[in-house]
């Protein structure tokens, strides 16, 4: 619960009130031509003007600095207009009686007339503040949609620099990646790093939840992975370390999928760990398999440990990677996109296929199975392909 700064509900109530004076020049108008012998009757209309215009000041402010200040739940305009409304209406009563006992002897209580006029006015200010608070209310959330939208769009435009538009062009290796956020920002991330003249690191992983606290987590996944690139070729250790990093944040119910791989291009072997990742398929010539060595996901607990398989890469192989983000894409039936159409469509595909045009055409199958709906999770495919030796293509 927040209490109310006194300095700002002291400015606050010194601005309302001194504006009170020129808001009740026009009230003063319409309450003399309604009593009759304008303009005689203007300075009697004017300080009744006043009396209302101050009272009700004086219980908007009250409801904004020492109740709606205080209840963060009471978000909206409806919950505030009303608030307004009702203060103000009892608040032009309390006004109706403060003129009765001071300028106008049975201004309220001389006859029914007197009594229905000034429920009248109660209505009308009612009217007024409860018009006031919307447009006020609407104008803060407004005030903060736009700032929320420009700190998200600030937050992609980083988190677009952080992932990889131009690969490392390797002799042996080929690798594009594509990421389409469902939100402003992803939970998915994607990286490639050149390790000297002969090795290259690939990593992918999926963070839980989305917007901006996914992002945060990929982020900081993203910048262990870089600086342990140059560690060596063990990635079940360099997965032990990031998981380590995860748990020793604060409890957040946060953890991620990783598949992290590195490849040596001299021998062309690739050691790799997937930490409960959506299984990579490998197309080679002896057909298509999954890599599936490695353990659960990361962030769950200290302690865990992850084995790592290594596997040999031939010319023409190619690794596709990607995130539960393509699997589990919906149609407007409900029916989700599956691994069997995934493999379906990669199992047709040309040997000699550029690592970005598959990536494309993935994502071409996915579009058109989705048919217009839009995905509900980010989406990231990366495609890796192994190139002729040039030594043995010369």
């Known amino acids: 619960m927040k209490r109310p700064r006194p300095q700002t509900a002291t400015r606050d109530l010194i601005r309302m009130l001194w504006q009170q004076p020129l808001l009740s020049i026009p009230f003063a108008v319409f309450f003399g031509l309604l009593f009759g012998r304008f303009p005689s009757s203007l300075p009697t209309a004017y300080l009744i003007s006043l009396i209302f215009a101050f009272t009700v000041a004086l219980a908007i402010w009250a409801v904004r600095w020492f109740v709606l200040h205080n209840h963060e739940g009471l978000t909206g305009w409806k919950k505030p207009?009303?608030?307004?409304?009702?203060?103000?209406m009892g608040a032009s009563i309390v006004g109706a009686l403060i003129v009765e006992w001071t300028l106008i002897p049975g201004f309220v209580t001389g006859s029914g007339r007197n009594v229905a006029v000034v429920l009248m006015f109660a209505v009308l200010f009612c009217a007024l503040f409860m018009g006031i608070g919307m447009?006020?209310?609407?104008?803060?959330?407004?005030?903060?949609?736009?700032?929320?939208?420009q700190e998200l769009h600030l937050a992609r435009r980083i988190q677009r620099s952080f992932l990889l538009s131009n690969f490392p062009q390797r002799p042996r290796l080929e690798i594009h990646a594509v990421n389409v956020s469902s939100r402003q920002v992803s939970g998915d991330f994607y990286d490639v790093v050149a390790i000297g003249d002969d090795g290259v690191l690939?990593?992918?992983?999926?963070?839980?939840?989305?917007?901006?606290?996914?992002?945060?987590?990929?982020?900081?996944?993203?910048?262990?992975?870089?600086?342990?690139?140059?560690?060596?070729?063990?990635?079940?250790?360099?997965?032990?370390?990031?998981?380590?990093?995860?748990?020793?944040?604060?409890?957040?119910?946060?953890?991620?999928t990783f598949f992290l791989a590195w490849i040596d291009e001299r021998t062309m072997r690739m050691r790799y760990t997937n930490a409960g990742h959506n299984f990579p398929v490998l197309l080679g010539s002896n057909g298509r398999r999954t890599l599936e060595a490695?353990?659960?996901?990361?962030?769950?607990?200290?302690?865990l440990t992850w084995r790592e398989e290594e596997i040999p890469l031939s010319p023409g192989d190619r690794v596709v990677m990607y995130t539960d983000g393509v699997t589990e894409a919906a149609n407007a039936e409900g029916e989700m996109y599956g691994e069997d159409r995934l493999y379906a469509v990669l199992d047709a595909l040309p040997r000699d296929l550029a690592a970005s045009s598959i990536v494309d055409r993935v994502l071409e199958e996915l579009r058109g199975f989705l048919d217009?709906?839009?995905?509900?999770?980010?989406?990231?495919?990366?495609?890796l392909r192994v190139l002729e030796d040039p030594v043995h293509k010369a």
């Open 81 to 88: 207009a009303l608030f307004y409304g009702v203060s103000s």
């Open 135 to 149: 447009a006020v209310s609407f104008y803060r959330d407004s005030i903060e949609s736009a700032k929320s939208e």
């Open 202 to 256: 690939v990593a992918i992983a999926d963070v839980s939840g989305k917007g901006v606290p996914a992002a945060l987590l990929s982020s900081m996944l993203q910048a262990s992975v870089r600086t342990q690139a140059t560690a060596g070729p063990s990635v079940a250790a360099m997965v032990e370390k990031v998981n380590t990093l995860v748990c020793q944040r604060p409890a957040t119910g946060q953890f991620a």
């Open 294 to 303: 490695g353990g659960t996901v990361v962030g769950m607990m200290e302690a």
């Open 372 to 383: 217009g709906t839009e995905p509900g999770d980010d989406i990231t495919v990366l495609a």
